[in-house]
């Protein structure tokens, strides 16, 4: 079956780095991009990031320009969510998920569970 999971979220101060894992199984996604959402609470699901396999094409959201950054390692079958200058604003739960493209959850097929960041003051 096929399966995302996240880890890497944790507690961090204002200014520092996480970065995000992805584990991907049961499916290869050569045909798809991969993609990092987030949610906070009382808030909707909003895009992050997302790189084809290739990396080719890549998208981020202007709220985590030249911060954040997404990248795989083909090796671990694992895609990367380098967050660095991290801000309070950037805490939620982070998702990742599968798909054609887009910036709507709508267009991705497959999500993981999510993993808690939260950035302080």
């Known amino acids: 079956q096929v399966q995302l999971v996240e880890s890497g979220g944790g507690l961090v101060q204002a200014g520092g780095s996480l970065r995000l894992s992805c584990a991907v199984s049961g499916r290869t996604f050569n045909d798809r991009l991969m993609a990092w959402f987030r949610q906070a609470p009382g808030n909707e699901r909003e895009f992050v990031a997302a790189r084809s396999w290739s990396g080719l094409r890549t998208i981020y959201a202007d709220s985590v320009k030249g911060r954040f950054a997404i990248s795989r390692d083909n090796a671990k079958n694992t895609v990367y969510l380098q967050m660095n200058s991290l801000k309070p604003e950037d805490t939620a739960v982070y998702y990742c998920?599968?798909?054609?493209?887009?910036?709507?959850?709508?267009?991705?097929?497959?999500w993981g569970q999510g993993t808690q960041v939260t950035v302080s003051s």
């Open positions: 998920a599968a798909g054609r493209g887009g910036v709507g959850a709508h267009d991705y097929d497959y």
